[in-house]
């Protein structure tokens, strides 16, 4: 393992080490802790949706309201569906970075700016059946990226029925 070399007195004594053990236990280590260690483990994120009970009120005005559909597509409308309708309000748009959900989603808050009601911007989600699972969470990172405190994902029947011929278009 080491090696002492015994010189005459005046010189200095050299020390060699040998460093192989060492080295095989560094592998050692590493190894141990490689196949020991879980690489990644699923995660899940808790979902929660609205709890059963009355209906909750809420500004026509500062709502908007989002229907993933088919094809990556979004339908939307603001204020109340029966308002919307009557005033051929219902349009369609994607996820593009631009003329898509975001800029909906900013136009809203720009509008509600001068009122002082950016913050109380209330957006439903209401996926219906041929939306996938990314649009939902493409959705909910807009929420994110758009600073939206107020959102809720729903389930709503009665409102996916109305809109059924819109979604059929699609």
Not at 3 to 20: F, Q
Not at 39 to 51: G, I
Not at 111 to 136: F, W
């Amino acid at each position: 393992m080491a090696e002492i070399n015994n010189a005459t007195a005046g010189k200095r004594r050299s020390l060699r080490v040998d460093l192989t053990p060492m080295v095989d236990l560094g592998f050692l280590l590493i190894s141990f802790f490689i196949f020991t260690t879980t690489l990644s483990e699923m995660k899940e994120v808790r979902f929660y949706l609205p709890a059963d009970g009355p209906p909750v009120s809420y500004g026509a005005s500062t709502s908007l309201t989002l229907v993933p559909a088919a094809n990556n597509r979004v339908w939307y409308f603001d204020g109340t569906l029966d308002e919307a309708k009557a005033n051929n309000r219902i349009k369609q748009t994607g996820y593009a970075l631009n003329n898509g959900i975001g800029d909906i989603i900013r136009a809203k808050q720009k509008q509600l700016e001068p009122l002082g009601k950016k913050k109380e911007l209330s957006v439903l989600i209401c996926p219906s059946a041929a939306s996938s699972y990314g649009n939902i969470v493409d959705l909910m990172d807009e929420m994110l990226i758009n600073k939206v405190s107020k959102y809720a994902v729903s389930d709503d029947t009665h409102l996916l029925a109305a809109l059924d011929p819109y979604l059929s278009k699609n």
